[in-house]
């Protein structure tokens, strides 16, 4: 496969194109719906036309050992649901031709369109912007302007764009332009400066080309702060023609939707996305700053999306009871929704929020929406993996998350949770290593640590997994991994530590909420069933976060041809698995 070059452009062949930089097939510029493999294997084969390409070489490229389904279903499926978009016969191919047991060729007439320089850009990070201001209670104002300007760049449908996560690394390192470039992958570096001063604001930015440290271009704006939105709108388009990447209309109506804002409501906001980013440690700080920023501006939808953001984590992290969570969090994100239809931001909080309210469906619908209004939004790719992994569709969760570590390669927590999918796909070896990458990237980890103990737990390793855990539970806030160590020292034979486990969860819940789903596993564990059961009671009537689970848990298959269990499925409500 090494000799496959990926073509730059547009694709085009009969009423078709395909959009690598969108990552989208169009008939007459009509998107059609194609999942991640069948456009991976016909990108495979519009590199090589006329060519046969060997299924080993297929498998190689496409399905590697951490994929979920074995190859051939998923050769056979990934071409089939591709003839299906092509409206192409097997018998009589105009595409697509079966070279019977060994592979497949294209046997269409190809345009490679839009022809562009050899090194056009397509990727680009923005390092942290400088604080001139040396003040640092303003690191916030920063900080939030940086990842203010990401979201805006991420606009563009033809640019991939690094997210917060993966550059904040970058804040204060002395490192080359050159060397950054190539870590992330990306071909340009925006970097710059802000100052603030009263009520204006000075952003000054410089473009830099990743490969020879070659400057591009340098500009510096100068508003007022009400103009903030309009600003970050001008720079992003300013960048947009220096590096000629082209502004579909669908990119102009999104860079051209900005609305005035209140200057103490957005210093608000960027103060609660500071403190939302520190989460859970710094929730509390979030919500509060977030509440400011409504009450200064009661429309500031980017406000009501943050707020409901911090409630669906408070209730995720099992801080908080559904009740105080996920079910305020909705009411949120849908007035969000109403005052702007187009927020993918208020579209993800919605989705996010009813994830954890069992409405999966609206969740789902709620996903799609906000990826198909900014395909760049690296949160709605995270969270719609874990949703499309807690419904049992383990390859495209896969996918999903490929997409976000992409946008966010150094993210420790979208790795972690990608470790969790390895860990409900049964792949115990692999959650290990996917949990020990984002403990590499991040070793304060909660949600590692917790998914690397639960991995050994599954494995039956037993001491390395109490290990874990105790770490853990010094860095998660929540009841969660005091709960599943004491089902480890269950499962380990050490009966009275679980117990004494048990009385301080009931202890501990009368000072602050505590899930009933790891206490409805430790009692499992202990081969108490009908207190298990109970507890799986509990834990549904108050929608505890981690029921959402319940279909893909590994520590609950013997309980899976229960009835109590069945009935329990079916009043969860899960989406039906589609083939």
């Known amino acids: 496969m090494g000799g496959l070059q990926r073509p730059d452009g547009i694709i085009r062949f009969a009423d078709f194109e395909l959009d690598l930089a969108a990552g989208e097939l169009r008939k007459q510029g009509a998107k059609i719906r194609l999942q991640e493999q069948p456009f991976q294997l016909l990108h495979i084969l519009l590199q090589c036309p006329g060519r046969m390409v060997t299924r080993e070489e297929l498998q190689q490229k496409i399905w590697p050992s951490d994929t979920f389904v074995d190859f051939d279903h998923g050769l056979y499926n990934a071409i089939k649901r591709l003839r299906e978009a092509l409206a192409d016969d097997a018998e009589k191919p105009r595409y697509i031709e079966t070279v019977p047991r060994r592979g497949y060729r294209f046997v269409g007439k190809i345009e490679i369109g839009n022809p562009v320089p050899d090194k056009r850009i397509q990727s680009l990070a923005v390092l942290p912007l400088e604080n001139l201001s040396r003040h640092p209670e303003q690191e916030y104002f920063a900080e939030g302007l940086t990842e203010a300007l990401i979201t805006t760049l991420a606009k563009i449908g033809e640019l991939r764009v690094v997210s917060r996560t993966s550059v904040m690394q970058y804040k204060g390192v002395r490192m080359s332009i050159k060397d950054i470039a190539r870590e ?53 388009q300013a960048i947009a023609r220096e590096i000629r990447v082209k502004l579909s209309p669908v990119d102009q109506a999104r860079l051209a939707i900005v609305h005035a804002v209140d200057a103490e409501a957005y210093q608000a906001y960027l103060k609660g996305r500071y403190h939302w980013n520190r989460r859970p440690a710094e929730f509390k700080e979030a919500i509060q700053c977030f509440k400011e920023a ?286």
């Open 294 to 579: 409504i009450a200064k501006d009661s429309t500031y939808v980017a406000a009501y999306a943050g707020l409901a953001d911090c409630l669906s984590g408070l209730n995720v992290w099992g801080i908080v009871p559904a009740s105080e969570g996920s079910a305020k969090a909705k009411a949120l994100a849908q007035k969000a929704i109403e005052m702007d239809h187009s927020s993918s931001e208020a579209h993800v909080s919605l989705a996010f929020a009813a994830m954890y309210h069992y409405d999966f469906l609206t969740a789902e619908r709620e996903f799609e929406r906000a990826i198909e209004l900014n395909p760049r939004y690296t949160l709605a790719h995270q969270l719609f993996g874990w949703y499309l992994c807690i419904t049992d569709r383990y390859e495209e969760a896969y996918a999903e998350f490929q997409r976000a570590i992409r946008l966010d390669p150094l993210s420790s927590i979208i790795h972690a949770m990608l470790g969790y999918v390895f860990i409900y796909a049964r792949r115990y070896d692999q959650a290990l290593k996917q949990c020990a990458k984002a403990l590499d990237l991040d070793p304060t980890s909660g949600p590692a640590h917790l998914g690397l103990g639960w991995a050994y737990r599954c494995k039956s390793s037993y001491e390395p997994a109490i290990a874990s855990l105790r770490r853990a539970c010094e860095l998660w806030p929540g009841s969660t991994p005091i709960g599943v160590l004491g089902e480890v020292h269950a499962a380990a034979g050490y009966r009275a530590e679980a117990q004494k486990i048990l009385e301080q969860l009931k202890e501990l819940s009368k000072k602050q909420y505590v899930t009933p789903y790891v206490v409805a596993r430790i009692h499992l564990t202990l081969g108490e069933i009908d207190e298990a059961f109970h507890w799986l009671e509990v834990a549904y009537q108050q929608r505890a976060e981690w029921m959402v689970v319940l279909k893909v848990d590994p520590c609950l298959d013997n309980l899976r041809s229960e009835p109590r269990f069945q009935n329990l499925m079916r009043r969860m409500n899960f989406p039906a698995k589609v083939d």
């Open 184 to 236: 992330l992958e990306v071909d340009v570096i925006v970097e710059g400066t802000v100052l603030r001063a009263d009520k204006r604001i000075r952003i000054s930015a410089q473009l830099i080309n990743g490969s020879d440290d070659r400057h591009l271009w340098a500009e510096s704006y100068e508003r007022d702060m009400r103009d903030i939105l309009s600003l970050q709108a001008e720079l992003a």
